[in-house]
């Protein structure tokens, strides 16, 4: 199979666009097609500081270096969640996020002392990016397994309690720095997974809501964007492999067995028979809602501020969040260190 | 694994309904599953002629003797559609349908002798069921497979082309034959193969008209139900085995390759690891739709009467139907034969 661009040997052929390309071309093209996402959702624009959660894992860490490089102000943010699950999950992630910061910044100053490419600095040449950390046993008391295990909401699977939580520190992070938007890694595979499920049950409530941009829930909080929501997952990990970025390969050890993999599982098998399907439902459910296919719910849900925590929420008192922590001791929310 | 309602040994398990049972509790079981579908969703009463479309397959035949049995003045419909396929695909299945009735109509004659049942004959004892026979080739001059070989409609598969000639025969028949409903042998798998399909595309028009009854479009034409909906394939199958019903074991021969097949296998491994999906998929899809879910689309299509016809259409002068065999010399409307 020979690159399309230069008729090289390629690395990849993506059947869904009938394209095959070598590996200097696949990175140009996903990071042209990221900036063709960001511009054509208007996820954010080159003046905005953006927040990254990153995992450690291929798709956030490819996201951060492909907004870095197309000269984007995004700092990272990673959550300690305390995973252990016999990989010392939690632990390594962290060491990749690192790793991956300290290769770019270098590989930035590489290029900015090598070019006078003003999109390498956008706003502020002394500017570089930093990681945000966030360890929950530190400034909650408990890691996620541990919060789990003592509320009623863990259930055996603390999939739902590390959801909230880390929607929870996401937006605070995002709320005390002043970032206007948060990013996240999610691909092709992850929402459409999630939109499979969602269309199982027919949900409405998540079906009017799954989309590549939130808006902000409330003045300023920041809105949520995923810039790689159309690209399959195969191919952010081939970008993390061909960019020579290291990431943690292991899946969360509670994952497996999950809804969502097995919904991944079942499409990637339509896929097979079908190139292009997974991307044709996302992008057809988009369209088809933004034609009016789903009636406006009546019922709106008000919003207000938690009484502890002051983030949106749609209980009268205190959020889901703070609620989690109820009777534990914490660290009071605590500062995010910086590295 | 032994019948829940006797002890005896099993013929089925329906783990979707956590449900095992014998072979006399199971055609019970059926016949009373029918009879509930009919009452709950409004289909049909024990006063109105129903017009059955069989096609000498399982889903077809078990229908037919399940709404006989129940004392329902059901006919059938079958339409030669000239298919051979290497198998003599529709003189078998005609075949099917005669042996079915010459069974059925001496088992009814049996129990009036026996019984005085007065559902066995509710309106008049004198009534039997009859099966109208309309072949294509006779009617129209053309088989299914040269109709379509003729049109651009075909384009290669004549499956289109097929859907048009029974939609359309269906209805005259019924309206013709003063009928009040027409009901297909469509079960679970079957619907849910299409809603799948129309989710994947998010096909507005089809998913607000997806539904077990369909109410006539004018009036004087036969409303569509499809009382076998909420039964697996597995189950009708396993019904005309226990009453040793004969039907036709090929599959069209044109449906090899289909979409639908496609989607049945991707919902049966779904199946496989969460019994109930299928089942669930479908059922909470006519609950959200029946809450509001879907905008009521603006686009109120017209319907006029075909100029040839005089069956609706949303076409100007003469239905798809009738254009279908334009240039065509036909035997022109003809009568459908009865048995």
Redesign the interface.
Known sequence: MKCRKCGREAVINMRQHKLALCDAHFLEWVSEQTQRFIEKYEMFTPQERILVAVSGGKDSLSLWDVLLRLGYRADGLYIGLGIDGGVDYSSQSHVMCDKFLAGIQADLADRRSQTADPQLAPADSNWKPTLHMVDLAHVYGETIPQVAARTTRGRGKPCSVCGLVKRHVMNRVARDGGYDVLTTGHNLDDEVAVLLGN????N?GY?LRQAPVLPADKPGLARKVKPFFRFYERETAAYALVRGIEYIYDECPFAEGSTSI?HKE?LN??EK??PG?KL??YL??L??RE???????AAHVELNACDKCGQPTSAPGRCAFCRLWEGKKTAEVGQASQV
Chains 1, 2 share one sequence.
């Open positions: 269309t199982l049950s027919w409405a079906l097995a079942i098998q339509m028979d079908s399907v044709r439902f057809d459910f369209r088809a034609q009016g296919l789903f009636a406006q719910q």
